[in-house]
Each structure stands twice: as structure tokens, then as C-alpha cells.
């Protein structure tokens, strides 16, 4: 019996690796050709395998796209959960300054896919769910400074603009300037 679920383990393990590789594969082409590069095709060109395999673990372009922007959503989704689940000596504002300087360096190719996806979103509805994930945390973060609904909304805002600045822009990020303009948004609520 434990020899039988080591297999079906084994095999779930080797499924889980398969799709993480798909998904990074795609998010591959995503950050070489775009969004509109991304076939089943090309992802599997990518990654290695047959056009077959990416079929079998995801059965339609949707899903493929779903999956890696979530991935991407994910792991922006934890830093921020981070941010509003640590103690109350850490900055929230200075931590999302942080992490959105980061699409200057280390994240640029992260963020420039995350971008890339959660616009293709504007055209395909399966796909905003997840697109709105961003927008939902920094919301989220947004309320732990301020209760007007109208600066929660201009904090998003001028959040993904410094986000899309910054991967237009050529130059380092600044997070104490980035820090300063988000600051400077909730400073603005009641007026």
C-alpha cells in the first residue's frame, strides 16, 4: 500500500514540476515576444517538451495565460501579505516603495510580464480575476493608512503608474522617492 502511494506521490510530484516549467516557459515568451507570442506552440518550443504535453496540463490559451500571470500575482500577492501581516514598527508604505522600485532591477522581468498579462486582461475576460489581484492587495495595503475610499483609489492608481514609469524609464528606482509620492497620495484624502 505505502509502495502504491509513493507512485501516485512520485507522479503528482513530476505533474507539479511539469506545469511550474510550462508556466515559466510561457512566462519566458511573455517577456521575449509578449503576450501575443504565446501559443501552445511557442511555450512548448520553450520549454522543451511537445506542443502535446502543454495541451494536457493546459487545455486552452486561457488557461496557460491564467496560470502565469498567477504565478506572477502570487508572489506579489505574498510580498504585500508580508507587508500587512507583520508587525506595527514596519513601514507598509516603505515596503511597497520597495518592492515596486524593484521593477527597476532584479524584478524588471517579473513586473514587465505581470504588465504585459494583466493588459492583454482589458481583452480577455478570463484573465481579469487575477489581473485585479494587484490592485486588490495595494487596496487592501491602502486602507491600513486611510478610510477615504477616494485616496484608496488615487493610491492604486498612482501605484501602477510608478510601476508602469518604471519599466518605461532607464534609470534606477528610487523607493524614498516612490515612498514620497505614495505618502503624498493619502496626504491628499478629505480634501
Not at 494583466?118 to 491600513?144: I, Q, Y
Request: glycine share 6%; hydrophobic share 45%.
Amino acid at each position: 500500500m505505502a509502495v502504491e502511494q509513493d507512485a501516485v506521490d512520485g507522479r503528482k510530484l513530476r505533474g507539479q514540476r511539469r506545469r511550474a516549467q510550462i508556466i515559466e516557459a510561457t512566462l519566458a515568451v511573455v517577456r521575449r515576444d509578449g503576450a501575443t507570442g504565446v501559443t501552445h506552440r511557442s511555450v512548448a518550443r520553450e520549454a522543451g517538451i511537445t506542443t502535446s504535453l502543454t495541451l494536457y496540463y493546459f487545455a486552452t490559451l486561457d488557461d496557460l495565460l491564467v496560470a502565469a500571470l498567477t504565478s506572477v500575482a502570487d508572489a506579489y500577492t505574498h510580498r504585500i501579505r508580508e507587508l500587512l501581516d507583520t508587525d506595527t514598527d514596519t513601514d507598509p508604505l516603505d515596503g511597497l516603495a520597495r518592492l515596486i522600485a524593484e521593477s527597476a532591477g532584479l524584478g524588471r522581468e517579473r513586473a514587465l510580464a505581470e504588465r504585459e498579462l494583466s493588459t492583454l486582461a482589458a481583452r480577455r475576460p478570463a484573465l481579469r480575476p487575477v489581473a485585479r489581484r494587484w490592485r486588490d492587495n495595494v487596496a487592501e495595503l491602502a486602507r491600513t493608512q486611510t478610510d477615504d475610499p477616494d485616496a484608496v483609489e488615487a493610491f492604486v492608481a498612482v501605484s501602477d503608474g510608478l510601476c508602469t514609469a518604471i519599466l518605461l524609464g532607464d534609470r534606477e528606482a528610487d523607493p524614498e522617492h516612490i515612498r514620497a509620492v505614495l505618502a503624498r497620495t493619502l496626504l491628499g484624502a478629505g480634501r
